[in-house]
């Protein structure tokens, strides 16, 4: 998910992501093996048929960095008249989803398993989701790192120009300063407008995660932003 240069992704060097090993679960393992097959989307540098992919005519929902995929599945099975695209890098993460889209029933998920700056990138059309969500992405706080993280003004413009007028983007993150630096970052973004004067209250579709419950307690922040496309 690097923001080297994100509308020229062959050229970029710098990511947001570091690649690590991680361990599968031999539940994660059995269901990324068995079920990556139907619910796993190849990327390609071509544009996507989203309505053939999920098989349906529905809203389409992007998911960004789903890590071990529990709220993706949360909001997926709240609601099941939407189709969400969901992009992680990380095996383990993509088999604890597979785990959950099997253990819920859920067909309204399919799984990208690839840099999401070059998904958006080559694989979205413009105008063609109906929202976008980006939880808790890594905030890099080492200010040496911050040009990997990936809430810059390309990579904003490009998620931008996906969203179809009416369109949302929502932003989650637990990092204050991280979060005022997005935040900026969407009202500079000429395609989107705030929902709120600043941050916006948590939706109620957002489950809290148990790190977010236990950040909480200890009195800990988190900050949402909501933006519509213009």
Do not use: C
């Not at 690097?2 to 062959?10: E, F, H, L, Q, Y």
């Not at 093996?33 to 048929?49: Q, Y």
């Not at 819920?104 to 990138?121: G, K, S, Y």
């Not at 419950?213 to 800990?220: E, I, N, P, S």
Request: hydrophobic content about 40%.
């Amino acid at each position: 998910m690097g923001i080297d240069a994100p509308t020229t992704s062959r050229h970029r060097s710098i990511r947001s992501f570091v690649l690590r090993q991680g361990r599968f679960s031999p539940a994660q393992q059995r269901a990324y093996e068995s079920l990556l097959p139907r619910f796993g989307i190849a990327f390609a540098p071509a544009p996507l048929d989203l309505t053939r992919a999920f098989g349906r005519t529905a809203p389409k929902i992007l998911e960004i960095g789903f890590g071990m995929g529990e709220t993706t599945a949360a909001i997926a099975k709240a609601r099941p008249g939407d189709d969400f695209l969901a992009i992680e890098v990380h095996s383990p993460g993509v088999g604890g989803l597979l785990k959950l889209i099997e253990h819920e029933q859920l067909t309204n998920i399919r799984i990208v398993q690839h840099d999401a700056v070059e998904v958006v990138e080559h694989m979205l059309a413009p105008g063609t989701l109906a929202g976008a969500h980006v939880f808790f992405p890594d905030p890099w706080p080492k200010k040496r790192h911050h040009k990997r993280r990936l809430l810059q003004s390309a990579f904003v413009h490009a998620l931008a120009e996906r969203l179809a007028p009416g369109g949302y983007l929502h932003v989650a993150t637990d990092w204050e300063e991280y979060a005022i630096e997005i935040l900026a970052t969407l009202r500079a973004e000429r395609l989107l407008a705030n929902t709120s004067q600043d941050f916006a209250p948590r939706p109620e579709y957002r489950p809290l995660t148990k790190f977010e419950r236990r950040g909480m307690k200890l009195g800990h922040g988190v900050w949402d932003l909501l933006f519509d496309r213009r």
